[in-house]
């Protein structure tokens, strides 16, 4: 199975949304936003260089607790990075380590669709607060567009009680709430996804339960 996560808008914690999903699973993780990569590099051949054809997908792959294939954060990898090199690459990963949870770029950039046409299907993040749901929407649309079955809505750094039931609604697409938590936040930076470092958390259970929800998309 091949995930994409998507978000319309920034900063909404899209990339520690997929961290810790590939925790969950578990999962391969691939950052493929080229031009603003989140999640750890570390050493080794990173997504510039396989979509540059320097190095093999698989090969690539590296991490713990979370496996991951990170991409390059120079401006010169990015502008060498063939994306139509991308859906090969993903299913190369694929085929050898199981699922994939491709961490996509924000927004409605010509290289987010890439990931979400070769997927199986996918998950929206979105901040909780009303504004944010309008690009929600849009990235939905893209899905819709691409054939990316929308499997869930994830809001994200939840206070309160969230609006998930006008979200369900608009969205047309279970609502999973991930709690505000500094946990998930440092969960990236510490190497420390949250459903290993504090398993009892609310912030555990929503990204369990996505994981629930995701698992149901896997293809026969």
Not at 1 to 12: D, R, S, Y
Not at 78 to 87: G, I, N, Q, S
Not at 180 to 193: H, L
């Given at each position: 199975?091949?995930?994409?996560?998507?978000?319309?808008?920034?900063?909404?914690g899209k990339s520690t949304v997929a961290y810790n999903l590939g925790?969950?699973?578990?999962?391969?993780?691939?950052?493929?936003?080229?031009?603003?990569?989140?999640?750890?590099?570390?050493?080794?051949?990173?997504?510039?260089?396989?979509?540059?054809?320097?190095?093999?997908?698989?090969?690539?792959?590296?991490?713990?607790?979370?496996?991951?294939?990170?991409?390059?954060?120079?401006?010169?990898?990015?502008?060498?990075?063939?994306?139509?090199?991308?859906?090969?690459?993903?299913?190369?990963?694929?085929?050898?380590?199981?699922?994939?949870?491709?961490?996509?770029?924000?927004?409605?950039?010509?290289?987010?669709?890439?990931?979400?046409?070769?997927?199986?299907?996918?998950?929206?993040?979105?901040?909780?607060?009303?504004?944010?749901?309008?690009?929600?929407?849009?990235?939905?649309?893209?899905?819709?567009?691409?054939?990316?079955?929308?499997?869930?809505?994830?809001?994200?750094?939840?206070?309160?009680?969230?609006?998930?039931?006008?979200?369900?609604?608009?969205?047309?697409?279970?609502?999973?709430?991930?709690?505000?938590?500094?946990?998930?936040?440092?969960?990236?930076?510490?190497?420390?996804?949250?459903?290993?470092?504090?398993?009892?958390?609310?912030?555990?259970?929503?990204?369990?339960?996505?994981?629930?929800?995701?698992?149901?998309?896997?293809?026969?």
């Open positions: 199975m091949i995930l994409a996560v998507a978000g319309g808008k920034g900063g909404v925790a969950a699973l578990p999962a391969v993780v691939v950052d493929a936003d080229l031009g603003m990569a989140d999640l750890p590099r570390g050493r080794g051949p990173d997504l510039h260089d396989v979509l540059a054809g320097r190095a093999d997908p698989v090969e690539a792959v590296r991490g713990s607790p979370v496996r991951l294939l990170p991409c390059g954060r120079s401006l010169a990898g990015a502008r060498a990075a063939d994306v139509t090199a991308l859906a090969d690459a993903l299913r190369a990963v694929e085929r050898e380590c199981g699922d994939v949870v491709v961490d996509c770029p924000a927004g409605m950039r010509a290289d987010a669709g890439v990931p979400l046409a070769v997927a199986d299907c996918c998950v929206v993040v979105a901040s909780p607060r009303p504004f944010a749901l309008a690009d929600a929407v849009r990235t939905r649309a893209l899905a819709r567009e691409l054939d990316a079955g929308l499997v869930g809505v994830v809001l994200n750094r939840t206070v309160d009680e969230p609006p998930v039931d006008a979200v369900e609604r608009t969205l047309g697409a279970p609502v999973t709430t991930v709690p505000a938590d500094p946990r998930v936040a440092a969960s990236v930076a510490d190497r420390a996804p949250v459903v290993v470092a504090a398993p009892e958390s609310r912030a555990a259970a929503g990204i369990e339960a996505l994981s629930r929800a995701v698992q149901s998309c896997r293809p026969a």
